[in-house]
């Protein structure tokens, strides 16, 4: 059978600092100092109105007139971030750090641009020296730690979020982050604290009480999982893939009733989610109900035709029922010949053979299964039954 995946996502809490321009007092101030604190203040007004193209031209413009100024390269960087051009960005953040080393935040904000470019090994850099700028930067740490987690460094990220949560004890991300990277560690009670804090701080948190469901889950805590799932589906009936978690929660507790009705609400929700097909499939056939166990294997497979599972299961319900031993032996070929290195798969076939009369391709299949597994008794027991039928047939 599949794994199963529960789904989450990381709360990646990435805020560009916006930095306020102050113009210097000068004793006197020349006619180009003039236009440039115009310029400035207008590049302004135009971030505060989120027209960060036009921001952009007036940033340029002091640049023109002094391309010593290190404050509008890192806001016309923060202007080009906010458009999504993170590589001009970058350049732009990396030239304001050539003239000015000790800049906060154009670390951070330069990491950002890095972060949407998949660079993480050079963000972990730029996160690192921001920290040595300002060591109090939350959102640097908070991001580190995202990073860190991306990279599966999950000791060192747990780490960051830890000092996140010490430099501000009620940020939710830290908490909730940091309960991400322990369950990654399989760290699941660890996790469930960390939720539980979330939950304590925000009790819609949608997210918290959904991903201590999954840490619930895998402590076998089936009862727990099913309360927080069922609360997400309170505050939002439609949170993806909670009606799919809680139902695999029921099956846990192998109320296949529960199950069947969750599995169909996430269907509703989600037509194209095969996995949930595939999953009341298995329930139906627990249930007995064999031929919709069959149609819920097929939609799984037109959802997905290159999972093996589907056609495996299908295979196997339909020589399990007296159905066609062709099809069967069709849908079993196909699960081999998508993943040929279960056992089970072949002595499945196997059987199809034997009742087939095919014993000489049972026989084969279960010389590959016992190659695979070399204690499968069921295999043994089945192979001496198709030699022997493959004897007294031979004789006759």
Do not use: W
């Not at 701080?201 to 918290?208: G, P, Q, R, S």
Request: charged letters at 30%.
């Amino acid at each position: 059978m599949n794994k199963k995946i529960l789904i989450t996502a990381i709360i990646a809490a990435m805020v560009l600092d916006v930095f306020y321009f102050v113009p210097g007092c000068y004793a006197r101030t020349t006619r180009k100092q003039k236009k440039e604190t115009f310029y400035m203040k207008a590049a302004q007004a135009e971030m505060d109105s989120k027209k960060y193209t036009l921001a952009i031209d007036y940033y340029s413009k002091v640049i023109e007139l002094n391309p010593e100024n290190s404050e509008a390269y890192t806001k016309r960087g923060n202007a080009k971030n906010l458009l999504g051009q993170y590589k001009e960005a970058i350049e732009d953040y990396t030239k304001a750090l050539e003239l000015d080393p000790n800049r906060e935040n154009a670390y951070y904000n330069r990491g950002i641009a890095k972060s949407n470019l998949n660079a993480y090994d050079e963000v972990l850099d730029d996160y690192t020296k921001e920290l040595e700028l300002n060591p109090e930067n939350v959102n640097a740490y908070l991001n580190r730690g995202i990073t860190e987690v991306m990279l599966n460094k999950y000791d060192e990220a747990i780490d960051d979020f830890t000092k996140a949560a010490e430099l501000d004890i009620n940020n939710e991300n830290a908490y909730y982050n940091r309960g991400l990277a322990k369950r990654a560690k399989h760290d699941y009670e660890g996790a469930i604290k960390d939720y539980s804090k979330v939950i304590e701080l925000n009790h819609n948190n949608i997210d918290a009480y959904n991903n201590c469901g999954v840490a619930k889950y895998y402590l076998k805590d089936y009862n727990g999982a099913i309360k927080d799932y069922s609360k997400v589906i309170e505050l939002n009936k439609n949170f993806k893939r909670v009606y799919y978690n809680r139902a695999l929660a029921y099956l846990g507790l192998k109320k296949y009733e529960d199950a069947l009705e969750d599995f169909s609400q996430e269907i509703l929700i989600n037509p194209d989610y095969d996995l949930a097909y595939y999953d009341r499939g298995l329930v139906q056939y627990k249930l007995e109900y064999y031929q919709a166990a069959i149609e819920d294997y097929t939609k799984a497979i037109e959802l997905n035709p290159q999972n093996a599972d589907y056609y495996f299961d299908r295979g196997a319900l339909i020589s399990r029922t007296g159905g066609d031993l062709k099809k069967a032996e069709e849908d079993l070929s196909k699960a081999i010949k998508l993943d040929n290195k279960d056992p089970e798969k072949y002595l499945i076939r196997a059987t199809i053979y034997c009742k087939s009369g095919l014993y000489l391709a049972a026989v084969d299949d279960l010389n590959i299964a016992l190659n695979l597994d070399h204690n499968n008794k069921q295999a043994y027991e089945l192979r001496s039954f198709a030699i022997k039928s493959l004897t007294k047939e031979q004789q006759e």
